[in-house]
């Protein structure tokens, strides 16, 4: 009697058909928006202005694309979102190796009080930053320039590299370190002849977090980089909308070399995203 | 004095320096700690503890850059001001909407999703991927490409409205249907992460648990409420913490979508902060109201890590 209740719920719920519905479910869900805006960026206007809408292109065009490159300098705005993003990931990753490492391997008299400020900075809403950081940059004169945003975004990401860090510098041999040690190697070579390397796969892994925040953070970037020269790509896009045009099939085209660079990264290191989003923390 | 004393003090000082270099080199374990800590400490002082303070200052000045007047100290007058705002309470109370509605909402979603992740897939990429895909996609993006689903003349969703027999809307001209629109979308953003966490929490569960329950007869149902549940419960707790914290601070989405409009009936307080300060260079006003959104944060981080410390204090 049991049995047959087993097999029953157990065809019911990992038979294949359910599995195939799970994964349509799943699949439409989640990149119905991309794939509808790359349909979209190969449709000529008039098409779009078609009823009923259409839903695959009817005569596919690169137009588009080409519009977008031409009506607003979109590789400055790449090239700016992507500088931003690298430097801030740079500076980022190396403060918090330094932290991680002390976190992991030291015995710190605070470093309970350590982590849960860590943990409390993590949950800072960027927003009330807005205001002060504004009227420091204004006053500096560092509105519109790349530093105006870098520094934010190291914040930003700071506490989740820290945890992701930590917690793979736990995982790590302490006596690879000593060994290390004991032939001749500094701390600081230590950590970055044996820790570091050991840990490339988490350095890498807390690297695409901070890339990816950096990416897609808007509000700082709106706010403090408003000339075109020095835009990034989320507010960038926003010049391609007229007074009264919205030009859907270039904001799409323009929208899809947005979103290549950072889907090329996902799809290729996605395990390692994955992992690092589920041990570090938690943010997003 | 001799050269060869000079060589000699020469030498000293280079012996001295070189144990210097050799103690900041090889310090012992309080110093080197310190130094470790010390560029994350001197990052998080200047990019979050002086602006904060400042803030807190700066909300208590009479300080706009468009007058060009000097800041002018005027108590409680911003606060004041602030209540007598109906765009403050308009865009707070949004706020908080959006807080109450997307929060439960891109938890029973990204549990739903999670639960038919954990599917035994044979092939798990294309899953892994629609999950990390929304993620990664930037919140403006979002705001875009739904902004563009939801186009009255053109717009996906009429288009399927209209397919299953149902009317279209023009979506961003009334304030409720912008707002559900607005709420539909972060709802989408937010839950494909809930997934991912909950569905690293489910892949911890141990089977032999659905196992011991198979044998003693509890249904699909039952185990999902005596296992899953209970067992997801820190994860849940911990991912609905952040995604509060987040939702309070909504910019992106409604600021793409709408603007704000119609009027500023889908304004939130972080696009009224943005423009206070951005546009109106109202400094002091835009502090006021930052610290209103500081304070409703703070109490959702307190209530974290007082969790967080409960918790270990059981362990």
Known sequence: MSATAISTSGSLLSGKPLRAVAAVILIVNGLFPALWILLTSFKTEAELTLKPITWLPHA??????????????????????????????????????????????????????????????????????LVPLFETMRALDLLNTWTALILPYTVLSLPVCTLVLTSFFEGIPRDLENAAMIDGCTRFGALFRVVVPLSAPGVFTAGILAFVNSW????????????????TLPVGIQLYQGEFAFPWPVISAALVVGIVPVAVLIVIFQERVVSGLTAGGLKG | MTVTSRLEQVAERVETRRAMLSRLLDPDETTLGALLLAPAAVLLGGVIVYPVCKLLYTSFLDLSLTSGAPARFVGLANFQQMLEDPVFWQATWNTILITLITVPGALVVGLGLALLANLPFNIRWPVRLSLLIPWALPLSFAGLIFAWFFHSEYGVVNDVLNRVGLPGAIWFNSPRLAFAAICLTITWKASSFMAMIILAGLQTIPRSLYEAADVDGAGRVRQFFEITLPLLKPTIVVALIFRTIAALQTFDIPYMMTGGGPGTSTAT??????QNTVSFLDLGYGSALAVVMFILSMCVTAVYLRMISGREGAR
């Open chain 1, 216 to 231: 897609d953070e808007f509000l700082l970037a709106l706010s403090f980089n408003s000339n075109p020269a020095l835009r």
């Open chain 2, 269 to 274: 307080l972080a696009m009224y902060i943005h």
């Open chain 1, 60 to 129: 596919p065009t690169l137009q588009n694309y080409m519009q977008a490159f031409a009506d607003q300098p979109l590789l400055i705005f790449l090239f700016n979102s992507f500088m931003v993003a690298l430097l801030s990931t740079a500076l980022t990753l190396l403060i918090s190796v330094l932290a991680a490492y002390a976190l992991a391997r030291l015995n710190l008299r605070f470093r309970g009080l350590i982590m849960s400020l860590i943990i409390a900075v993590s949950t800072f809403p960027l927003v009330t930053l």
